[in-house]
């Protein structure tokens, strides 16, 4: 397993993380002995949400039996709630202490503002979340679903107010191009039409949580490129993946794995991991053994050709 340094943050996270948003763990069953197996594998960043249906308690209870300090935790507040985009000090601090009662801890190493509303200002934002840090609700902060701009203009104000700015930015990103919002409000940022702000992230040196790096599933292993897809994955996958570019970039993660002796899964981990960001990757497999193996993409090295070959920006490997 790497190791990445997360700005204001005192421990050091794996670069694969976890995604808690899992069948299991959405409905509330017991998980532990697959959580022990990620975090035995080295993964020691767990993803969650307030909104994860009972992701949070099955977090708690496993959380409850193991050291504190071992452990990064991520969670999420403010989610809209239909029509109320609940973006404000108010919502924060409901969330916050929802969260630290289900997940049996006084502190959250990483949380995230799960939307924006770019109606509330970012000074207020940047203003109640260091609140949250200054009760020592949380350690570190950041968003899921912010264009960068939004991020730099936040940024900008906390840094010439001696506040603490976002740290980690968690949009879609993934060696499969988002074509859809999967479930309203998503932002992505693969392809030539967002190059700018990874440039930007890459420059400002904000961490990078890609959810999504397995395409929903396309790049997990769970079918391949001769399959019927659109029986196999779950329709949000269909809708925010599903085309014949995402399709053929599966057909070339499988010819690679063939080469290498390693899994698709591995390839596309490989990919995103070795990216110029600071990419760390968020993965949700139900199995220990599916575990193990995204473990061990850091086992996979990519030249640039291959790199640029996989993302369909050249024909061949030659």
């Known amino acids: ?167 980690v930015s968690s949009p879609q990103y993934g060696l499969a191009k988002q074509i859809g919002d999967p479930w309203g409000g998503c932002i992505g940022i693969s392809g030539e039409a967002m190059q700018g702000e990874r440039e930007w992230y890459e420059k400002e040196g904000v961490s990078i949580f890609a959810f999504s790096s397995l395409a929903g599933g396309l790049l997990s292993g769970k079918c391949s ?20 570019e995402n399709v053929e970039r599966l057909a070339r993660a499988e010819r690679l794995a063939k080469e290498k002796n390693a899994t698709v899964a591995q390839i596309a981990l490989a990919w995103l991991l070795s990216d110029a960001m600071q990419t760390y990757a968020v993965m949700s497999p139900d199995t220990a053994e599916r575990v193990r193996d995204n473990a061990a993409a850091f086992e996979i090295s990519l030249s640039d050709e291959e790199r640029a070959w996989l993302n369909l920006e050249r024909e061949s490997l030659a």
């Open 225 to 244: 490129s001769k399959d019927d897809i659109p029986t196999l994955l779950p329709p949000y996958a269909l809708k925010a993946f599903y085309c014949a």
């Open 1 to 167: 397993m790497q190791y990445g340094d997360i700005k204001y943050l005192n421990k050091k996270a794996s670069r694969i993380i976890f995604g808690c948003a899992v069948g299991p763990m959405l409905s509330g069953r017991d998980f532990d002995s697959v959580l022990s197996v990620v975090l035995e594998n080295g993964i020691n960043t767990f993803d969650t949400g307030r909104v994860y249906g009972q992701s949070e308690e099955v977090l708690g209870r496993w959380l409850s039996k193991q050291n504190r300090e071992d452990v990064i935790v991520e969670t999420k507040c403010c989610h809209p709630d239909g029509d109320v985009k609940r973006i404000g000090g108010k919502f924060a601090f409901e969330d916050v202490s929802r969260s630290l009662d289900a997940l049996k801890t006084d502190y959250i190493d990483i949380y995230l503002l799960h939307r924006d509303n770019e109606a509330v200002p970012v000074e207020e934002i940047i203003g109640f979340m260091n609140e949250l840090i200054d009760k020592k609700y949380v350690k570190t902060i950041g968003v899921s679903n912010w264009r960068a701009d939004r991020v730099a203009k936040a940024n900008a104000y906390a840094n010439a107010h001696g506040l603490q700015p976002f740290s």
